[in-house]
């Protein structure tokens, strides 16, 4: 089980990788950050790539049906075990990036994102967010 460092050398090994960062997206720190980021700053960048993730989490229009802000789970009852964030992922795409933030399912809050910064001309979305995926549901935090 790969701690933050090993997820995130593991996201620059990605095709196209520029930068990758574990980020809080309600208090908008990078608990761990590695490569570039656009602006040259990465608590910078992740403050901005948090304040996304949390515009659009709170967002009823982009939760799954029966999902509850509650518990964190869908409107099938259970509970007790990690609480799934609303939305998997975002895919932010310019001239010439991508920007890929993929939310972390945690047993104490789903409040963090993986975000991975793609050159464009080099960059793979698919395979990002499937490793991003992947890498989201080994990571250990704590």
């Known amino acids: 089980m790969p701690g933050i ?76 075990g990690a609480a799934d964030p609303p939305v998997e992922d975002l895919i932010i795409s310019n001239r010439d990036s991508y920007h890929v933030l993929r939310f972390v399912p945690t047993s104490f809050d789903s409040s963090v994102f993986l975000h991975v910064w793609l050159a464009r001309p080099d960059g793979n979305l698919a395979l990002a967010r499937i490793r991003l995926g992947e890498m989201a549901g080994r990571l250990v935090l704590g």
């Open 5 to 80: 460092d090993e997820c995130l050398l593991e996201a620059m090994r990605l095709p196209g990788a520029r930068g990758a960062a574990l980020v809080d997206w309600t208090s908008g720190l990078a608990l761990g950050a590695v490569g570039e980021f656009p602006g040259g700053d990465h608590e910078a960048a992740a403050a901005e790539a948090a304040e996304v993730a949390r515009l659009t989490a709170e967002q009823r229009a982009f939760a799954p049906d029966g999902y509850d802000r509650n518990d964190g789970h869908d409107g099938q009852g259970g509970g007790g």
